[in-house]
């Protein structure tokens, strides 16, 4: 293997190596990494079934190729079930202040009940 070889070889295990990255709440909290490394899965597979990897066979660049749309797709379920937990926390949070809001109104009418208001004569 040549020299560029070995640097494509690096390339793709530090690519790989990224997308670890997609699992940590890192990528959640600035999704511009998130985009970037999604984007580079995308260019890498297309760039293997395009024009091939240098210093491999073609069978390699179709394995190579399907590994990284493999990331790409598992990368965006796991965009999928962040964005699924925020809703569920925020829908649980709107559950609970209804909650607190329908106990508030029951004290209230039983307050009321309990000391009517003077009547106005």
Do not use: C
Request: proline share 5%; net charge neutral; no cysteine.
């Amino acid at each position: 293997m040549d020299v560029g070889g070995v640097s494509v070889l690096g390339g793709l295990v530090a690519l790989i190596a990224a997308n670890q990255l997609v699992r940590f709440p890192i990528a959640r909290r600035f999704p511009i990494l998130f985009w970037l490394i999604f984007a580079a899965n995308g260019v890498v597979a297309l760039g293997a079934l395009l024009w091939g990897l240098p210093g491999l066979v073609t069978t390699a660049n179709w394995i190579v190729a399907a590994l990284f749309l493999y990331h790409l797709v598992q990368n965006l379920q796991t965009r999928s079930q962040w964005f699924a937990e925020e809703r569920a926390e925020r829908r649980e949070a709107l559950y609970a202040e209804r909650e607190r809001q329908r106990i508030l109104d029951q004290e209230e009418e039983e307050r009321r009940k309990q000391h009517p208001p003077p009547a106005a004569d």
